[in-house]
């Protein structure tokens, strides 16, 4: 026998059998034939894949493209909404920046007019105190009323200056000079009321004597309190008498304020000053007591002009 292929080795056989008994056929297929088969299916086979790949990587693509074009579509619009908000919001910082130029302006002409009105109102409270002062050099018991009258006047307007001063805290706006005019003032007229407490248990005036049973003239106020309640210096001044008066006014001193006017402060159950002594203004010179005549705990307060009692409510009302 021959060494070697035979013509049977490049023939293959595909054998198709039916149901039922039929006789099976056979079909005989060359070697040459069947690897190009083979070879053909195969490269179909990688057709269609790369087909399907293609057609899926065209569609990812579409897609991405598509979300790109709404994203710079989105894009687009914010950026001119953007700038529209930018040319609005440039045309009001403008319009802003024009209105504080001018408010500049106008804060700088405020500013001169105040500080020529804090100027002037000084000289204003100089000339009006001086008046005053001269009043009160020759105030007398007829023309104290009308003295009062301006006192109160000085007083409201030291309280409105020291509330606007108050108020402002600006070193540009200052009435701290024409406040210190008044002040200075008014420390030397008895218009602090002497005791926290404020309730006047016999007025000013003729009255019937509660002890003594007459009626007489009442030349100050009893101001109601309890025993040992502080007394304070209704004004400014120099001491010029501490007394004790068994069947009068018990403990009491009088003050000097001025060359017209005088306050005394009676019945007390301690005197912390002396004759001579300097007080100021709201100082701490007594207590309330009962000594002398008197039916309980008080302070008998009095104001004289030239050393006519006058009715004390004139003044310390204003400063109570």
């Known amino acids: ?121 000084k000289i204003i409270a100089e000339k009006y105190t001086n008046s005053i002062s001269l009043a009160s050099a020759s105030v ?36 701290s000079d024409a406040a210190n005019v008044l002040c200075d003032y008014l420390d030397s007229i008895p218009t602090l009321w002497p005791t926290k407490a404020t309730y006047i248990a016999s007025a000013f005036g003729m009255r019937n004597h509660p002890i003594l049973n007459q009626y007489k003239q009442h030349t100050g106020i009893d101001i109601g309190g309890a025993w040992g309640d502080e007394i304070y210096a209704s004004a400014s001044g120099t001491v010029l008498s501490v007394n004790y008066e068994q069947s009068g006014y018990g403990y009491w001193l009088r003050i000097k304020h001025s060359e017209s006017i005088t306050t005394l402060y009676a019945h007390c159950s301690k005197i912390l000053v002396k004759a001579g002594d300097k007080v100021e203004k709201g100082q701490l010179i007594a207590y309330v007591g009962k000594t002398g005549l008197a039916t309980g705990p008080h302070l008998h307060f009095e104001i004289r002009v030239n050393d006519v009692p006058i009715n004390p409510t004139l003044f310390v009302t204003a400063g109570k």
């Not at 293609?54 to 990812?60: C, D, G, K, P």
């Open 1 to 121: 026998m021959r060494k070697g292929r035979t013509e049977l080795d490049r023939e293959g056989m595909l054998v198709y059998i039916p149901k039922g008994g039929k006789s099976s056929k056979v079909l005989k297929v060359t070697s040459p034939i069947l690897k190009m088969s083979l070879i053909f299916y195969f490269l179909i086979a990688i057709i269609v894949c790369l087909s399907f790949s293609l057609i899926y990587f065209i569609n990812q693509n579409k897609q991405v493209n598509a979300q790109m074009e709404e994203i710079m579509a989105d894009y687009n619009s914010e950026m001119i909404a953007l700038s529209t908000y930018v040319g609005k919001q440039a045309q009001v910082l403008d319009n802003k920046l024009n209105e504080i130029a001018t408010l500049e302006t106008a804060q700088e002409d405020l500013n001169i007019q105040i500080k020529d009105l804090s100027a002037q109102l």
């Open 140 to 175: 007398t018991a007829n023309n104290v009323t009308k003295f009062a009258e301006d006192t109160a006047a000085v007083a409201a307007a030291l309280e409105i200056l020291l509330t606007t001063n108050e108020n402002t805290k600006s070193e540009l706006v200052d009435f």
